[in-house]
C-alpha cells in the first residue's frame, strides 16, 4: 500500500508540472499573439518576413538596449554557424584585420601556440615561445585557456579567441587558465607585445643529427625553414628530424613551398572542390633531400602539419614517429566581403600524393611512441629520442 500510495503522489506531481507548463505556454502564446496582432498561425516562411517579425518584437516588447549593429553582425554568424561545419566562420571587420595580422607572422600579443578540440571547443596552450609576455606571465604548456578577460572562450571559434587575446602594443589581458589533472584555476595577466613570430627553431645533434621545429606554417615559415636546413648542412648534416608536434597547421602555399625542398618530382597534395574539379599542387625535380628523415607529430598535429607528413610518407621519403595526427583534411578559403568583413569556407577535401583520405582519420605514425614525462629529467623527450634512433638506423 505504501508504494501505492508513493506512485499515486508521483503521478499527481508530474500532472501538476504538466498543468504549470501549459499555463506558461498559453502565456506565451498570448503575448505573441498580441504583439503581432496576428493569429498564431505562422507566417509565410519568408526569411525577410520572419526577420522583421522578431525586428518589431525587439522593438516593442524588448526592455534592454537594442545595437542594430552587433544584431546583424550576430545573424551573420549564426547563418554561418548553421553549417556545423567548426572550419567555417563569419569574421566582422575587427576580427578579419586581427586573423590577415596573425598570417603576417608578426602582431601584438602574447606569444602563445593555441589549438582548440573540435568536438569540445576546449582551447589549449600548446606552445609557449621563450622570452614571451606568456612565459613572463607564468603561462604553461598544457594549461586550458578558460576565460579571456571575463569572456568564457570555450566553444568560440579559435580565430575569435586569438582576436581577443591580442591589442595595441603595451596593453594588459587577463587569462584564466585551467591547469593540471585537478584543473586548478589561475588567473594570469600578460602584456602585449610585438611578438615576430619565429616559427622554426634548429640545431645540430649529436652524430651530425639535424633537428628543426616548426611551430606553425605562416608566411615567415618558407624562407626560415630554407635558412635552417641550409645553416645544419653547412654544419655536415647527416641525417634529420623534423618536429611538427602540436602545429596546428597555417598556409597551403607555404607547406608546399617547403615539400618542394624535400621532394622528388611529383603530387605533393591534390584538392577536390564540391563542384568535383580537382587542383593539384606539385614538386619540381629541382631540390630532393635524399638523406635519412624523421617527421614527428601527436594528436594536436594537423592540417598544414599533415600534409607535409603524409607527402613524406607517400614518397617513403622518411618515416613518421609519435602518435596519430589530428585528422583535419579538408581546405578552408577567406572570402572578402567588401566592407572589412570576411567569411571562411571548407571548400575542398585535400589527400596526399597517394590519393588516400586523412579527414577524422589522421596520418598513422610508421614508428608508434606515446610521450611519456619524466619527473627525473623534464628535459627528456623520449619521442625525440626515438625519431633520433630511427634516422641513425637508417644511417647505419
Keep these: 500500500m505504501q508504494n501505492k500510495g508513493f506512485i499515486k503522489g508521483a503521478l499527481l506531481g508530474a500532472l501538476t508540472v504538466l498543468l504549470t507548463m501549459g499555463v506558461v505556454s498559453c502565456g506565451i502564446g498570448s503575448a505573441l499573439k498580441h504583439a503581432t496582432g496576428k493569429s498564431e498561425k505562422p507566417v509565410d516562411g519568408s526569411v525577410e518576413t520572419k526577420l522583421e517579425l522578431l525586428d518589431e518584437l525587439v522593438d516593442n516588447y524588448y526592455v534592454g538596449e537594442k ?3 552587433a544584431l546583424r553582425e550576430g545573424l551573420y554568424k549564426g547563418y554561418i554557424d548553421g553549417l556545423g561545419d567548426p572550419y567555417s566562420v563569419y569574421y566582422d571587420e575587427e576580427e578579419t584585420k586581427d586573423m590577415m595580422e596573425s598570417f603576417s607572422g608578426e602582431y601584438s600579443g602574447i606569444g602563445a601556440v593555441l589549438t582548440q578540440d573540435r568536438d569540445t571547443g576546449v582551447v589549449t596552450i600548446v606552445q609557449v615561445y621563450p622570452g614571451s609576455p606568456a612565459e613572463e606571465a607564468g603561462i604553461k604548456a598544457d594549461d586550458i585557456l578558460y576565460r579571456v578577460e571575463d569572456e568564457e572562450i570555450t566553444g568560440l571559434d579559435l580565430t575569435a579567441v586569438v582576436s581577443r587575446i591580442k591589442g595595441d602594443e603595451s596593453t594588459e589581458v587577463g587569462l584564466t587558465l585551467l591547469r593540471g589533472d585537478t584543473a586548478e584555476e589561475i588567473v594570469v595577466t600578460a602584456i602585449r607585445r610585438k611578438i615576430e613570430v619565429m616559427t622554426v627553431s634548429h ?5 651530425g643529427i639535424g633537428y628543426i621545429r616548426i611551430t606553425e606554417f605562416d608566411k615567415v615559415t618558407s624562407e626560415q625553414y630554407r635558412t635552417a ?9 647527416n641525417g634529420l628530424v623534423v618536429d611538427l608536434r602540436s602545429n596546428p597547421g597555417g598556409n597551403l602555399d607555404v607547406v608546399v613551398e617547403i615539400l618542394d625542398l624535400m621532394l622528388p ?3 605533393i597534395v591534390s584538392m577536390e572542390e564540391k563542384s568535383g574539379e580537382k587542383t593539384v599542387h606539385s614538386s619540381d625535380e629541382e631540390h630532393q633531400f635524399q638523406k635519412p628523415l624523421a617527421v614527428l607529430m601527436n594528436g594536436n598535429s594537423a592540417s598544414a602539419a599533415e600534409i607535409y607528413a603524409g607527402a613524406i610518407q607517400d614518397y617513403d621519403a622518411g618515416e613518421i614517429v609519435g602518435t596519430q595526427s589530428y585528422g583535419k583534411g579538408v581546405v578552408q578559403q577567406i572570402f572578402d566581403l567588401k566592407d572589412g568583413s570576411s567569411v571562411k569556407l571548407t571548400i575542398a577535401e585535400y589527400f596526399p600524393p597517394s590519393g588516400r583520405s586523412i579527414d577524422g582519420i589522421g596520418i598513422t605514425p610508421d614508428v608508434e611512441v606515446e610521450y611519456e614525462p619524466n619527473e627525473e629529467n623534464p628535459e627528456y623527450d623520449n619521442q625525440l629520442e626515438k625519431a633520433i634512433e630511427v634516422v641513425r638506423n637508417q644511417l647505419s
Design 229 to 237: 636546413l641550409e645553416d645544419l648542412e653547412s654544419q655536415g648534416l
Design 67 to 69: 545595437d542594430g549593429g
Design 265 to 267: 618530382e611529383g603530387t
Design 203 to 207: 640545431e645540430m645533434k649529436e652524430g
